[in-house]
């Protein structure tokens, strides 16, 4: 019992290491925002809005996977443990005591998981939206113009006159 408290105590505290390099991207991610600032050209603009997008997806996806990782350690810690859960009772007092801290650890090292991640997860967003924003205000006159744009030919279609339609 004490050996599978470690391998899940490892295994869990793995998934967290296993990230914490690949989660420095986001800080040279937002170092793209002061490179948007300084571009010249819309191209260019495009081209780092495209590329931090990108980066705010993988480490989405990075993040969501060992979610799924942690979900699956933490069920198979439940599936392990839930005899001794349910048998609790009929250990002596000592062992008993053990066990709900064990338990009770492995529980609380989840949710703090689970915290970090979605912590995580809302910071993984930080470079697109910051992306969008700078964006829009350094552009604002083309946004409206492809808004006005849009607009134009969306409405101009529905004033077709239906006999246009019609064979």
Do not use: C
Request: no cysteine; hydrophobic share 50%; glycine share 8%.
């Amino acid at each position: 019992m004490a050996q599978a408290e470690i391998d899940y105590g490892t295994k869990l505290s793995g998934v967290l290491g296993d990230i914490a390099g690949k989660m420095l991207a986001l800080p040279i991610s937002l170092a793209g925002l002061v490179v948007l600032e300084k571009t010249t050209s819309k191209f260019e603009g495009f081209i780092l809005v495209l590329g931090l997008a990108v980066v705010s997806v993988v480490l989405l996806a990075i993040l969501h996977n060992q979610m799924l990782q942690t979900e699956r350690l933490l069920h198979s810690f439940n599936v392990i443990f839930d005899d001794f859960k349910d048998k609790i009772k009929t250990y002596p007092p000592k062992l008993q005591g053990l066990l709900r801290i064990t338990i009770d650890q492995v529980d609380k090292q989840g949710r703090t998981l689970t915290r970090t991640f979605r912590l995580l997860k809302g910071l993984s967003l930080l470079p697109i939206v910051g992306a969008l924003l700078l964006a829009a205000i350094k552009y604002w006159d083309g946004f409206v113009w492809l808004l006005m744009t849009i607009l134009s030919i969306v409405f101009s279609a529905l004033n077709v006159a239906p006999n246009f339609l019609s064979p």
